[in-house]
């Protein structure tokens, strides 16, 4: 199923998502972001939201524009937070600094070469972070991509981009369910 296809099966009650799918996942919508990075961000975030046809659309989506490298770099990027988000969200929930002492030891290459370029990525995990709730990890990403001159527009459109696609797949899923 493409994307127009799973978007018009969204319920009339969720009219407003299917607007601003639409305006999230336009060039001009996300203000701040190029097509390449709206597309590597709404697939990472679909991956983080769990709905197996929504990434598959909008995988179908971004390949429009992205390379097969890049699309497993959007895919690295949701991995990696998968992982980060929960170590380190519970390192900061547990308020007590020696485990921000303590070596992390968890391997991460595919950061030093993910497919996409370095603010892309940073992007993406900025959006998987925001799904996943970490804000230890929203803080670091957000400071990476704002010292590589995104702008705050640039980041609030991808948490936006973040926020509608989980929104989507949180919706599809319930209309799955109570079918």
Do not use: W
């Amino acid at each position: 199923m493409n994307l127009t296809e799973l978007r018009n099966t969204l319920p009339d009650y969720a009219k407003d998502l299917k607007l601003n799918l639409d305006s999230v996942l336009s060039d001009t919508g996300a203000t701040g972001l190029d097509g390449k990075q709206v597309r590597a961000i709404a697939l990472a975030s679909s991956i983080a939201a769990r709905h197996a046809p929504l990434v598959s659309a909008l995988e179908t989506f971004a390949a429009e524009h992205l390379s097969p490298e890049e699309i497993s770099g959007a895919r690295a990027a949701a991995a990696m937070m998968a992982m980060n988000n929960i170590y380190y969200r519970a390192t900061h929930l547990i308020h007590n600094d020696e485990y921000g002492t303590l070596r992390t030891g968890l391997r991460m290459n595919v950061i030093a070469n993910s497919g996409l370029d370095k603010i892309t990525f940073e992007l993406a995990s900025l959006a998987v972070s925001a799904i996943n709730g970490c804000g230890a990890c929203l803080d670091s990403h957000e400071r990476v991509v704002r010292e590589h001159d995104i702008s705050a527009q640039g980041v609030q459109s991808t948490l936006k981009i973040a926020a509608v696609v989980h929104a989507v797949a949180v919706t599809l899923e319930q209309g799955v369910a109570s079918a």
